[in-house]
């Protein structure tokens, strides 16, 4: 089958986004290798504004190709269906906007009155391989944008927004329409919508066993046998130690 | 207007094409620079082989995202409809197939046997910011092949080809449907559809004067007054080697 | 005219360089397009330290170029008219130093001790697509600076200071002595000596405008008719906005 | 295991290398990637030379790091360990000298009189991802030597040979010493060697297949359903090529 | 002699890491430069998390070679010889781990956990000019860690840990084992091991030097005469400030 | 002394031209390394067409920056001192055109009608690190040509002409007016005047050695002891090897 099943013809588990809040990048990436899954990455894009929280959400996406003259003169925007703009609208609750940008960040892929827009529609965050203008503003906002980096130049210089809803490029990495975005201060991974529920799922008790490994590190327990715990006493320590901290919990 | 007219809305003037194909890239790049078209020539690509034909014919695009476990299994080609096999079946008579595989040639884009089928199918050519493999069988074609360079690995490797027929990059510039791309030793340049006419009618005569030139600077003239003819005793110069040379052809 | 007119021969309104330190370079740069100044951002810079203010000024530019063991002894400083050395002595209170590093930040092309002597001498600030010495230092100052990133090695080591006050390349844009100098969280732009009045003086409009279009994002306006303001009605509230903000101004 | 087998322990078949001589890099470069090897093509390397045949012979590998003056003055060659003389001295006869430069051409790896003597020695050839000095003489030769690119500085200025018959990065790969290194027009693959046995197997049929194909597609035969042969008539018209190209070889 | 001594042949001075550890790269640097060292700043690599004490340490070396499916799969790190595992378990006491990963940081080359486990072992710190994962728990370490920057895949993707001890290559500069490293704001120093003592010594009076001339910038006095003291008053100055400074000390 | 003596101050042995056209790029790199010149490779250009004589002369250097609308109209060229055609117009028979483009290949910084201008007036060749375009037309002349690649775009696209005469960067390489250029196969390299007279003398030797080492190492002789002739014996072949093939010279 050349491309993925859509996006509405894969149901996610009502849980699958709020487990993946509580995931990091590293261990999903490391669940994703497992499966082959070995261009998960998105590279080159960094969190602006630090202390956000983790982004998750389903995928919407939106395409830039180069500009020309004909295409992107100043009052580009005053067209009504402007894909940049229409994405900004109609990018739904939740979902994250990622834009293709070629991995080109010498011109902005959107800047702060856009990105605030967004925010107050209620979506998750975004993602772009390209620039963002006035990324003081981005890293002010609550909603986390992931970028290359701040670029003042408008898109109008470099990036002609095409169209929405389509696979793309994003980073070196295919993300499709629906696909599960998560990211942290490790960056971004893009995790193909059908894998998502078993990636999240077995998060949790990644996550479990990574929170038992630092602490037994910090307590000067040698990584060999624990790390990953070939000493099946390593594995009876993190029965106990479940134990313990569940019991702990409020 | 986000995007240009459709290609099948603008029709091309029957000498357009012939013209263009006495043309040469570096007279087109001045043509449409002067209109405002800096970011024209497909940036990193060559001819495989030498002594080809220019290449001029529009665009068929294919574009290509990055590759992933499930989309690109070895048996991906095994689908009837696997967008590349089927743009190499379905590029027109005259028609140039563009392929933007994101100016990444660590894989290739397609390979000698899918190339000597286009020429069979009487494709005017091939334009990659990809690799090409078995690069040696590409040379050998009469069709002109651009690319990146001749790279050994599978597309499977790096492109998924997702889909045909939309607008998209190649080495750094926006293909649409239906542009016109002209490729000689200097490498490739698109030439907006709606601006095809008009810049082959203007070729006509700059490459005539840049011939007229050439063989004054070869007599010794010096370049100022003569390239731009600033003296206007080099306009009158020109006027006489048209006769000429007008004489002097069968 | 192959060159710009010199620098003092285009005079600047005096309340230019007021108005542009109450701009953004997002907003420059959407200026400089307008006007057909489509590389006017300097690639790879950023301000080192955070929160510093507005840098402005008119640009005086030092050039390197690469360094070789006849030019670049270690004792090339002791000359009483090295380049880097006379440079920061004689830049002209209010004027921003650029430096032409070939956008090569392997190694530095100042240091903090240099850049306090210009703080000292009333320089506005720096921007080199170089890297910087002791960056720490050089974020502490007040004095604005813009550099690729930090860099421990000496200049000596890539970077032959070689001449003062010509036409230079930095981050990829042309700099002209007495260009007027822009730099903020999103990087540096370089704005062309004879458009700075101008340009100046439409930021007003254009800083206000996007900040009353941020206030009515904030409260829920969608982007499309306000921004730009297509429909009327967008312009008829920020007329009542602007009327209400200069009132609420001390 | 964390390391391949060493080579010693993995015996070829004797008609492997002979099997491999007749293959393309295309080829096998599938056959690995059916094998979920992805990375095996060596970035950035082609041949000096046109019309060389293929390189085929076990690895044979010297490594590189950058260089300090106390490691390479211009008298480090006088030395009689240094381990690149000493790796041109004893290549094994067939084997392929692989050199790590870190994918860095600013310097040569090697020059042709080194090369002159690995011919003679009886080297297979040579691969490097750094670069060669005297270019034209290493065209020259009958052996095939696969480079960056020609670099006329001497290896001291960038690269100090440090160690012989380690694993090392070549273009981006891991090669492990015995590796089979098989080299044409379209660069270089690296096969593991516990895997060369059945890959070389495999390379008869499916260059048999690919000639077929291209007989076919010559003919006028449409991809889909030829290439891959989904339609089982491809495979009888196959099956009838083969005996008569087997009854017309001599 | 091709390579530098075994560190355990050249002793060190008892307070050459403590004077180090007051020393900044830039001034290294500089006295790096004047011994012809001009290459020996690692590129690319900046402290994770600000505000840390100054990296100072014996190399210990780590190096990577890219992965295949047979090397790393997921149960890599089962093995109780994984090179990675065992360097972190044997990483001396008070040394540097430095890992080579080819300037490649599109994955990880460590995570918090192995950081953590280093800084409970009592390394130094850590330089890699790869990545590094969970960059937020290794950000809060009290341990200094340089990287090229946060990655959130695992090493397995990229980068498959060979060999400990030998001489690598880290951004671009050698490191032998038992060279010093020094790592501060300004990115990380390579000190040949037997330049080590002469260098700690030289840097107490050069900082010396540079903290009267910041005190001279600071109150006004111009470079050239200054830095470097061409003008004998200078030194006198000198003299002074440090006699007074020195009687300041509790 | 921040720059080297000007130009004319240096007088050339008259032999020194001479010699040098017999001399190869590695050899000259290897005397220059030899002197502590490590950075005198010109980066990243070859010869634009094959089998030409190498290139020897004194640079005359034309400086580029980046292009501006204001600067860089299509009429530029119209001006009568526009740099670019009064360098080729003012270039002295013998001489090097070398051109600083920044290392930006992406627009062409000349084109066969300049180029052959200046072969008519005697220029020895012409070197740049950006493009060239009608780049056939350039491989088809008698004066060799040194560039990064072919390009169509026209120079105004991204370098402005601004000044001759001064001292530049070319490939990475401080280039002074009057250097000497060399290139060939392996590409160029740049000799400082003031040593052009004893490396010239000094490649008489070394060529001849190599010249010596070559014939030994075709009929068997190892390299160690060789090259270099650490081997008294191979000193004395070599004298006696020298008087032989000077016998044999007509």
Redesign the interface.
């Known amino acids: 089958?050349?491309?993925?099943m859509p996006a509405d013809t894969i149901a996610l588990h009502p849980e699958t986004l709020p487990r993946l809040q509580q995931a990091?990048?590293?261990t999903?990436?490391?669940l994703l290798?497992?499966?082959?899954?070995?261009?998960?990455?998105v590279?080159g894009t960094?969190p602006l504004g630090a202390g956000k929280r983790t982004l998750v959400g389903p995928a919407y996406t939106l395409r830039y190709?180069?500009?020309?003259?004909?295409?992107d003169p100043?009052?580009?925007?005053?067209?009504?269906?402007?894909?940049q703009?229409?994405a900004?609208?109609e990018c739904p609750k939740g979902a994250v906007l990622v834009m293709d940008c070629?991995?080109d960040a010498?011109?902005?892929s959107a800047?702060?009155?856009?990105l605030?827009?967004l925010q107050?529609r209620g979506a998750a965050g975004v993602v772009t391989d390209g620039g963002i203008?006035?990324?003081?503003?981005a890293a002010a906002l609550d909603m986390p944008v992931f970028a290359a980096?701040?670029?003042?130049?408008?898109n109008?210089?470099k990036h002609?927004?095409?169209?929405i809803g389509?696979?793309?490029?994003c980073g070196?990495?295919?993300v499709y329409p629906g696909d599960i975005i998560l990211g942290?201060?490790?960056?971004v991974?893009v995790i193909?919508r059908?894998l998502a529920d078993e990636i999240a799922t077995e998060t949790i008790g990644m996550e479990e066993f990574?929170a038992f490994?630092?602490d037994e590190?910090?307590r000067?327990v040698?990584?060999?046998?624990l790390?990953?715990p070939?000493d099946p006493d390593s594995l009876t320590r993190f029965a106990a130690w479940r134990e313990k901290t569940a019991a702990e919990r409020p």
């Open positions: 089958m050349p491309n993925p990091s990048t590293a999903v990436a490391t290798f497992k499966r082959g899954y070995h261009n998960a990455y590279q960094m190709i180069p500009t020309r003259p004909d295409t100043l009052d580009a925007f005053r067209e009504p269906d402007h894909p703009r229409v900004v609208e070629r991995q010498s011109a902005a800047g702060s009155i856009l605030t827009r107050v203008r006035d990324a003081a503003g980096k701040p670029s003042a130049p408008t109008l210089t002609h927004a095409v169209d389509l696979p793309i490029a070196g990495v295919a942290d201060d490790d960056g991974m193909p059908h990574e490994v630092l590190v910090k000067g040698p990584i060999i046998g790390y990953p070939t």
